[in-house]
């Protein structure tokens, strides 16, 4: 099911700042808001409605408003109908300008949500697609540990008891930060980001096994918390198993899916008395290295096989 925004939703606190105010459609507040982007229906006014996209804002401003005054009031009556008839959700008449009386009554007729802001026509076209855009993109909550080490978004994964969180706090008390601990919520954003944070009220918090829930940011200082972080690592901790094969030598470069975009992945075997807070810091520092240009696996590869190939050449001269 694809991301979707309720009409009331734009009225709760974090659009607060806006003073919507509800004019038309209270029952319709349930209508579902489908695309980040709004727009401004000028056209329409003019009769061109094939620029209505179904599931957007349609934001009212001053112009709008002086241009109908000029449209005789039949002819302007008939718009409102036809464009009230559209699958749009709610209308946003901005700068605290009244509307319309016919847009009005047509919106009321129909029960079709008619908002009112106090705010320019840029600040609620502004704030309303920062807040859809980050409410309508694609999103997911993976059981795991966020951490941002050296400027890195790094996701550690794994079965429940393996130790994500302990090896989360050894790397934290190392001066690396934590951004989500037990539940990560991921959101896929145009550019093809992967951000990750942690919702309220886990936010800033960690659950350690005979400890209970501890405040990262109480104990450690601001440094040890962000707020959101791109993934660019995803390490899976797994317990060691005999006889399993494990790269050894790194060359071979896997990818974990979330979200449909793939992810850098490392699969770590985790037994008794490896640090394994280190290896992730390694791993870490050795990404880093990789996105510099400099594959350590590969130029050991590159060294050895030379080295080999100068062995075959000295046997073969003898």
């Known amino acids: 099911m694809l991301p979707q925004v309720r009409v009331e939703e734009l009225l709760g606190e974090e659009l607060s700042d806006l003073k919507l105010k509800v004019m038309s459609g209270e029952q319709h507040l349930d209508n579902l808001i489908t695309h980040p982007r709004v727009q401004k229906p000028g056209l329409a006014f003019a009769?061109?409605?094939?620029?209505?996209?179904?599931?957007r804002v349609q934001i009212v401003g001053e112009s709008e408003l002086e241009y109908l005054r000029t449209v005789p009031a039949a002819e302007r009556r008939k718009r409102f109908a036809h464009i009230a008839s559209l699958p749009i959700p709610v209308i946003v008449v901005t700068k605290g300008l009244a509307p319309l009386p016919?847009?009005?009554?047509?919106?009321?007729?129909?029960?079709?949500?008619?908002?009112?802001?106090?705010?320019?026509?840029?600040?609620?076209?502004?704030?309303?697609?920062f807040y859809l855009e980050d409410h309508l993109v694609p999103s997911t909550r993976i059981h795991g540990v966020l951490l941002d080490i050296y400027g890195l978004g790094v996701l550690i994964i794994g079965t429940s008891g393996v130790g994500k969180?302990?090896?989360?706090?050894?790397?934290i008390t190392r001066g690396h930060s934590l951004v989500s601990d037990d539940r990560v919520t991921i959101k896929r954003y145009p550019?093809?980001?992967l951000i990750g944070f942690?919702?309220?009220?886990?936010?800033?918090?960690?659950?350690?096994?005979?400890?209970?829930?501890v405040n990262v940011k109480d104990l450690f200082g601001l440094a040890s918390v962000r707020d959101r972080r791109a993934i660019d690592l995803v390490v899976e901790l797994e317990p060691w198993q005999e006889g399993k094969v494990y790269d050894r030598l790194g060359l071979d470069e896997s990818v974990y899916q979330i979200l449909e975009t793939p992810c850098p992945y490392i699969r770590m075997p985790v037994s008794l008395g490896r640090n394994v807070a280190n290896?992730?810091?390694?791993?870490?520092?050795?990404?880093?290295?990789?996105?510099?240009?400099?594959?350590?696996?590969r130029e050991f590869a590159r060294k050895l096989e030379a080295q080999l190939e100068r062995n075959r050449k000295t046997k073969s001269r003898r």
């Open 47 to 55: 009769g061109y409605y094939a620029y209505i996209k179904p599931g």
């Open 198 to 213: 942690s919702e309220q009220p886990l936010r800033h918090h960690m659950e350690l096994r005979g400890l209970g829930i």
């Open 102 to 129: 016919d847009l009005l009554e047509e919106c009321r007729g129909r029960q079709l949500p008619l908002l009112s802001s106090k705010a320019l026509s840029s600040e609620v076209i502004k704030r309303l697609s």
């Open 191 to 193: 550019n093809g980001e």
């Open 165 to 171: 969180s302990e090896a989360a706090l050894d790397l």
């Open 279 to 297: 290896l992730v810091e390694i791993a870490a520092r050795n990404h880093v290295l990789k996105l510099q240009g400099t594959h350590s696996a």
